[in-house]
Nanobody, 118 residues
């Protein structure tokens, strides 16, 4: 089992920045990949960004490229999402997820609310 706990959400004006954190604990030895997803009210959950645990390779959804950066700290099993130039359409609940040996996102955090005002 892996427990994921997010933090860092909040209310920010358009153009501002926030940094989300996701701390993993438990059976983290076989971590393969961690990602961030978001879900706006009335909409489906969407992929935001991911990072490979071994080599740090990153993948981003097109709308956040150049604005968001995902980083991992393998020493403390934490993944971060630095969000800059935030827009009202970035408003959502952000959840982190972890993939281990199965290479599927099978562990999820409870989420943190990000609200961007115009």
């Amino acid at each position: 089992q892996v427990l994921l706990v997010e933090s860092g959400g909040g209310l920010v004006q358009a153009g501002g920045s926030l940094r989300l954190s996701c701390a993993a604990s438990g059976h983290t030895s076989f971590m393969w990949n961690m990602g961030w997803f978001r879900q706006a009210p009335g909409k489906e959950r969407k992929f935001v960004a991911s990072v490979s645990w071994g080599d740090g390779r990153t993948v981003y959804e097109d709308s956040v490229k150049g604005r968001f950066a995902i980083m991992r700290n393998t020493a403390n099993h934490t993944v971060y999402l630095q969000m800059n130039s935030l827009k009202p359409e970035d408003t959502a609940v952000y959840r982190c997820a972890a993939a281990l040996a199965s290479r599927t996102y099978e562990y999820w955090g409870r989420g943190t609310q990000v609200t961007v005002s115009s």
